[in-house]
């Protein structure tokens, strides 16, 4: 890994040394610089665990990812920084129920206290969170915390007067290869929330910005704007000039902006 380039790739200027700080400033960092992304998914080109190709595509040529990729090579970069990091196994809620094993990707950072590093969830904590608080944790309006589950912990969010469960996951170590039968299911599946619709999102320093299939969402100071992108070359200028994304001339992305259904 070239970590001057990765560094520059996020906009990371700050201190190296493993620290809570430090980690807090690369956190932030990536989470306002690389967007979760499914795109390559829907455009037929396989993912595959490999750091190198995690690298390769989120660094060199400046994409985003979805968990798998952004929380394995954000890991990758810790450890190159001297942080103690372990992969762990989530399992994301949807409604009341959680999924499968190896659903997500969350690493657990070890120093003096115990911190959950996620930068592959999406709309999530821009800051790590102190796995073992058990308070509230509010980051820029948005409120989190982490509870006991019997062994695991589980990480909900709050929405007005309500706790939402997120994801759980428990505190086994498990090596990357291990996600490869799940991260192909997300691909290949049509029951992956990743085959129902494109997605490309990032965090701004006010709210996010998303392209949903033909629509962009903009959300800042809590307020939601929504607009209908017209064509592949609108498309196309928003990818770049939102997201930094920029596909080849030959790359057909119609099939990104033409799976979409009117908004609820």
């Known amino acids: 890994m070239d970590i001057e380039s990765y560094l520059r790739r996020?906009?990371?200027?700050?201190?190296?040394?493993?620290?809570?700080?430090?980690?807090?400033?690369?956190?932030?960092?990536?989470?306002?610089?690389?967007p979760f992304e499914n795109l390559d998914i829907l455009l037929g080109?396989?993912?595959?665990?490999?750091?190198?190709?995690?690298?390769?595509?989120?660094?060199?040529?400046?994409?985003?990812?979805?968990?798998?990729?952004?929380?394995?090579?954000?890991?990758?970069?810790?450890?190159?920084?001297?942080?103690?990091?372990?992969?762990?196994?989530?399992?994301?809620?949807?409604?009341?129920?959680?999924?499968?094993?190896?659903?997500h990707l969350v690493l657990l950072v070890e120093m003096e206290e115990r911190l959950i590093a996620d930068v592959g969830f999406g709309d999530s904590f821009l800051e790590p969170l102190r796995l073992d608080?058990?308070?509230?944790?509010?980051q820029y309006g948005c409120s989190y915390r982490l509870i006991e589950s019997g062994t695991d912990?589980?990480?909900?969010?709050?929405?007005?007067?309500?706790?939402?469960?997120?994801?759980?996951?428990?505190?086994?170590?498990?090596?990357?290869?291990?996600?490869?039968?799940?991260?192909?299911?997300?691909?290949?599946?049509?029951?992956s929330a990743f085959k129902q619709k494109s997605l490309c999102s990032l965090a701004t320093r006010d709210g996010r910005i998303t392209l949903s299939n033909n629509r962009l969402i903009v959300t800042a100071g809590g307020q939601r704007q929504e607009q209908m992108v017209a064509d592949e070359k609108a498309y196309r200028n928003l990818l770049k000039s939102k997201f930094g994304i920029e596909f080849k001339k030959g790359v057909c992305v119609d099939i990104l902006i033409g799976l979409d259904v009117l908004p609820n």
């Open 153 to 191: 912990r589980l990480l909900q969010r709050r929405r007005e007067s309500t706790w939402e469960s997120q994801y759980v996951f428990s505190l086994t170590p498990h090596q990357l290869a291990e996600f490869s039968t799940m991260c192909e299911h997300q691909q290949t599946s049509l029951e």
């Open 45 to 103: 080109r396989p993912i595959t665990l490999s750091l190198a190709s995690f690298y390769d595509k989120i660094v060199q040529h400046r994409r985003g990812g979805f968990c798998y990729e952004l929380n394995g090579l954000f890991g990758w970069l810790l450890e190159q920084l001297g942080f103690t990091v372990v992969l762990l196994s989530a399992q994301v809620f949807n409604g009341d129920q959680p999924g499968p094993e190896f659903d």
């Open 133 to 138: 608080a058990g308070a509230e944790d509010v």
């Open 10 to 34: 996020i906009g990371y200027c700050g201190p190296r040394e493993p620290t809570t700080e430090t980690l807090k400033q690369l956190h932030r960092a990536h989470m306002l610089a690389v």
